[in-house]
């Protein structure tokens, strides 16, 4: 499409009722198009044209992939949400929770900031676009939406232009091409060369321009005599010429090929109806025309990663001329041209396009795990850099399926790959057919047995200082923190038995409905396995749960407090991160209005029922009262506690990102984070875990150090 070629809304439709006919679909599409017009109605785009030709285009540019109907209904829509604030409630209400899901995932993904310095930060922007994009669709109405973006991109200065152009490139054109998106990837290339490098463009597509008239020649004579020999030995094929793109080109000459050493200028493509017809036209072909050795690849037997399939092969060809041939079917072409966005078929059958990408594509469902198993986004980004920062393998399974890991994985890592039953049942491996040891060094094209036994016990601890998958560590993991937590159950539950028995406490009586709601609600607990778990743990005592049902409570404390005031200050319990003078076993809790950290100055004040809360000296919640405060000091135990701080920041960009990264450099943790905003400003309450105090304020002059924070501060509630 030219810069003057503006597409209607006709136009959309007619493309669209080329392959779906059902009237309520295109009634939906209609629907959507026309909320579309009325939000974005008024405003125009930078180059003039109204703001509707946008998401028409991007429409459009998918109907060459036959989406379906929603993914058209989310292209028309995917600005709305954005630009003319429109609620995610209002689209559920106009057009359900798939459309509506669709819109939000390309919202989100448009508020990330794609462009990076270092390979590594590229990879991970990548590959945190692609974990955030929950169903692939979303991904290929990005694709589309900047294929567009790249057409109009001559409004911009010169300085967008190369931005946009390297963001293209780094980010979205490798993800086209293990999606198998060859058409698109090639116009992104294309259009972002145009900008990154336009002298290289014009030089090579005018070279391309003066010999076009003599290959067109050479191609169509290749071409006839493919023909002749093929139909001599009956194979019902097609064959058309390929024109080596502009990009493609570029990279060769780039790495130091001088252009007569690009051989496929000249490339034909033969289609024939079945795989076996492949190998036949191939062996045809070698007949007749002498193959360059070194240059033939079987694509079909070992497809790539994103699905495609295809022979290659070089071939001296009429004229002495040297021809690059691709043989394929018709199938293998439609997924060589689109990919994964060639299986919108593949819901007919019962599988979506989103289990179809979960199946082929391991890049995409490693992301997935990722992102499901980690408890906050810290724990996220630090997971993709593991896996990102390697360099990656393929092996195969003994059914030849493809498995891809980082480089340096072992048979544990592919193990828990398979699957997580598999993993943990683990005995031994075979790789190529011989016994090879767990902590094995696993390289491309080894072919991996798993053996198992379901009494094995499950996975070994040492297993963590081997395995180099994060998905293969957060499994180990799971399984001992579960193991853990039934053997502290079990452990607290016999405890306080034993307790129980011991003080003559009926056991139905203390358990009776009415009386242990009491106990856990005092203990700010929800279930009595909790308590069985946190006594198993030692995080919760045997005593404290039995006396909190004391009614003598009050006066209990009243003589902790008189015995706190009299007893010298030299007396200390060092059991736990804080000393209260002349207290033994008491319990001792941090308060939540001012989160102490060790180095606050700190006081402590007896809670009536709960302990002693640790409040910071200048907290106000304590600053007025005397009766019950009593002096607290830190021991010389380090444990990471938790404490809050308040980030403002302006502008649209999100600094979670960045605050995470800084964060987990800070040797610190977010386990938190709660949004405010307000029409000027934006804002994060985040609650770190962090050691000290100094580790603290490292921690905020760090935050305050990114560009769009104006404000950090600690919060007292």
Known sequence: MSKKELITFDTLMSKVKTYITSDEELNLINKAYLFAFEKHFGQKRLTGEDYIIHPLTVASILTGINADTPTICAALLHDVMEDCNVSKEEMEEKFGKEITFLVDGVTKVNKLNLSGDSEAVIINQRKIFVGLSEDVRVIIIKLADRV?????????????QKAKARETLDVLTPIA?????????????????RYLKPDDYYAISEKLNQTKAERDQNVADMI????????KHGIVHQIKGRSKSIYSIYKKLDKGKRWNDIYDFLALRVFVNTEAECYQALGIIHSKFKPIPKRFKDYIAMPKTNMYQSLHTSVFGVGGQIFEIQIRTYDMDKIAEYGIASHWSYKEKGKSIQSEMEQKLQ??????????????PEAFVNSVKEDVLKNTIYVFTPQGDVIELPNGSTPIDF???????VGDNMVGSLVNESIAPLDYKL??????????NNNSGGPKKEWLDIVQTVQAKNKIKNFFNKLDKEEYLKKGEDLLLKELRKRKIPINDFFEKEKFSKILEELKLGTKEEVYTLIGNNKLSVDSVIES?????????????QKSKNISSHSKETKNIISINGIDSIKVNMASCCNPVKGDRIVGYITKGYGVTIHRMMCPNVTNLEERIIEAEWNEINT?????????????????????????????SISNVRRTESPKTHALEITVMIENKDQLMKLINDIEMIPSVSEVERLIR
């Open 549 to 561: 049902t004391n009614k003598e409570k009050l006066s209990m404390e009243d003589k902790m407090l």
């Open 224 to 231: 006839e005599a493919l023909s002749e020999i093929l139909d």
């Open 148 to 160: 567009h973006n790249m057409k109009t991109l001559f409004v911009h200065n010169e300085k967008t």
């Open 415 to 421: 193990a828990y790959k398979v699957h997580t039953k």
């Open 177 to 193: 091409h293990r999606l198998g998106m060859n058409n698109i990837k090639t116009e992104l290339e294309e259009l972002s060369l």
């Open 363 to 376: 890049f995409f469902r490693s992301i997935m795990e990722l992102k499901n198993t980690e408890e906050n």
């Open 640 to 668: 990471k506690l938790p404490t809050n701080i308040l980030v403002r920041y302006s502008g649209d960009k999100d600094v979670l990102l960045d605050i995470v990264t800084k964060a987990f450099n800070n040797n610190s």
């Open 443 to 452: 390289k491309s094209n080894d072919i991996v047995k798993v053996i198992t």
